[in-house]
């Protein structure tokens, strides 16, 4: 199973537009993904109505994962996407 865990980027948190930004991009990878807070239960990270459930705010830990073929890089481009704050993800990540 592929980890990464990283700090949330977006002063607001994963709330409303960077949690959509986030879910498309989830959805964009093509491979399931879960996210939580460090301690959490994880959540489908393609599910809009799960994430924003999350609360996870500027700053906090979270923790993505996946066991689908091509994990590794799906992951490093979403760790990429949160921890830097970023209003898409790069296509060169």
Same mark, same amino acid.
């Not at 993904?33 to 809009?48: L, Q």
């Not at 996946?66 to 209003?87: H, I, P, T, Y």
């Given at each position: 199973?592929?980890?990464?865990?990283?700090?949330?980027?977006?002063?607001?948190?994963?709330?409303?537009?960077? %949690?959509?930004?986030?879910v498309? *991009?989830?959805?964009?990878?093509? @491979?399931?993904? =879960?996210?939580?807070?460090? +301690?959490? /239960?994880?959540?489908?990270?393609?599910?809009?109505? %799960?994430v924003?459930?999350?609360? *996870?705010e500027?700053?906090?830990? @979270?923790?993505? =994962?996946?066991?689908?073929? +091509?994990? /590794?890089?799906?992951?490093?481009?979403?760790?990429?996407?949160?921890?830097?704050?970023?209003?898409?993800?790069?296509?060169?990540?």
């Amino acid at each position: 199973m592929a980890e990464r865990r990283v700090n949330v980027g977006w002063t607001e948190g994963l709330h409303a537009r960077p %949690a959509s930004i986030f879910v498309r *991009a989830t959805t964009a990878s093509g @491979i399931p993904v =879960t996210i939580a807070k460090v +301690g959490g /239960d994880p959540v489908n990270a393609a599910s809009m109505l %799960a994430v924003l459930g999350l609360g *996870a705010e500027g700053g906090e830990e @979270i923790v993505l =994962t996946s066991d689908a073929e +091509g994990a /590794d890089a799906a992951l490093d481009r979403l760790a990429k996407l949160v921890a830097e704050g970023l209003d898409e993800l790069p296509e060169t990540v």
